[in-house]
């Protein structure tokens, strides 16, 4: 099973408007952690939004949240107030953590959800 | 702020040919990674490192290797190149199990 699915290939948005990009994910590790990665057309991968899986808040970092639903395994990311500059290819990626015998910090990425901002 | 540099940016290897590619990061993070991003798909780990000297395999390993001999510096070596490693790859640190940095990607093609 996958450990990260995004549902989503291609999600459409008017500029001004929100929009969410839908991540599920599957672990048995009560510690794990849970990111969402922007990589525009130029290709470099940039770090949004963390949620740990003991935060009692939902993360947000200025127009980004993330809406997390702990026993629904989901891991949705809001942008608020679409801008042009945020079309772009949205990775999700979870952290497991710390299983016995030693710590385990690789990521695993979802296949991403390619957002498109229309004027 | 440099953050994780990686060179070359662009490289084309004939079928067989070995190569290194450079990843350096200036974070003093102990974590560092190799990831391929092959066309519409997301990353897949290839070897990890927690420190200086100690490396582990990822989800796709074969045909590379690696090292880490410096806090700052974790080379990826294809040996024997083939078809099917041309990717993206990017190199990532990060502090334990916080934010993963990465650096802008070299692109590989075999032919």
């Known amino acids: 099973a996958q450990k990260i699915t995004q549902t989503q290939p291609g999600m459409f948005v008017q500029e001004k408007e929100a929009v969410t990009l839908d991540c599920t994910y599957d672990?048995?590790?009560?510690?794990?952690?849970l990111f969402w990665y922007k990589q525009p057309s130029s290709g470099e991968m940039i770090f949004l939004i963390y949620q740990g899986s003991y935060d009692q808040q939902n993360a947000t970092e200025g127009r980004y949240s993330l809406n997390f639903q702990k026993a629904r395994k989901s891991a949705n990311l809001v942008i608020s107030a679409s801008q042009l500059g945020d079309s772009a290819m949205y990775f999700c990626?979870?952290?497991?953590?710390?299983?016995?015998?030693?710590?385990?910090?690789?990521?695993?990425f979802g296949k991403g959800t390619l957002l498109t901002v229309n004027p | 702020n440099a953050g994780v540099t990686q060179t070359p940016k662009f490289r084309i290897l004939k079928i067989g040919q070995s190569m290194t590619l450079q990843c350096t990061q200036d974070m003093n993070h102990n974590y560092m990674y190799w990831y391929r991003q092959d066309p519409g798909m997301g990353l897949k780990l290839i070897y990890y490192?927690?420190?200086?000297?100690?490396?582990d395999k990822g989800e796709v390993p074969n045909g590379y290797n690696v090292s880490r001999s410096t806090t700052e510096d974790f080379p990826l070596r294809l040996e024997l190149a083939a078809p099917s490693q041309t990717s993206v790859y990017f190199c990532a640190s990060s502090y334990r199990g916080g934010a993963q940095h990465f650096g802008d990607g070299t692109r590989l093609s075999i032919l």
């Open positions: 990626a979870m952290r497991e953590g710390q299983r016995s015998g030693g710590s385990n910090y690789k990521l695993t």
């Open positions: 490192s927690v420190g200086a000297g100690i490396t």
């Open positions: 672990t048995s590790d009560p510690s794990y952690g």
